[in-house]
């Protein structure tokens, strides 16, 4: 079992910048794929970066790319989603999530989910 906490959330103006923290126990994050997902009101979650079990390889969505970054802290068992330059669009409920994933853009491949932090960006 894996439990993963996300934290680093909250209200900012359009422009502003946000890092997201993800930290895992249970199990290392350096044998899983990991993703950020998000969810706005009335809207289905939706893929914003992933990165692989060893931090080589990262992917974005094309909403976000160029102004997200996921990275991946092994010794200290989080992953990271810094968010610049945001937009009221961006404004969601960001979950983290890993597991034994084929495509790390799919929701339903990945098996452990966080409970979710809540950002607002104000235009």
């Known amino acids: 079992q894996v439990q993963l906490a996300e934290s680093g959330g909250g209200l900012v103006q359009a422009g502003g910048s946000l890092r997201l923290s993800c930290v895992a126990s249970?199990?290392?994050?350096?044998?899983?794929?990991t993703g950020w997902f998000r969810q706005a009101p009335g809207k289905e979650r939706e893929f914003v970066a992933a990165?692989?079990?060893?931090?080589?390889?990262?992917f974005y969505a094309d909403s976000v790319k160029g102004r997200f970054t996921i990275s991946k802290d092994i010794p200290n068992n989080t992953v990271y989603l810094q968010a610049n330059a945001l937009k009221p669009e961006d404004t969601a409920v960001y979950y983290c999530?890993?597991?034994?994933?084929?495509?790390?853009?799919?929701?339903?491949?990945?098996?452990?989910w966080g409970q979710g932090t809540q950002v607002t960006v104000s235009s």
């Open positions: 999530s890993t597991g034994r994933v084929g495509s790390v853009r799919r929701l339903d491949e990945y098996q452990y």
């Open positions: 990165i692989t079990y060893s931090g080589g390889t990262t």
């Open positions: 249970g199990r290392t994050l350096a044998t899983y794929a």
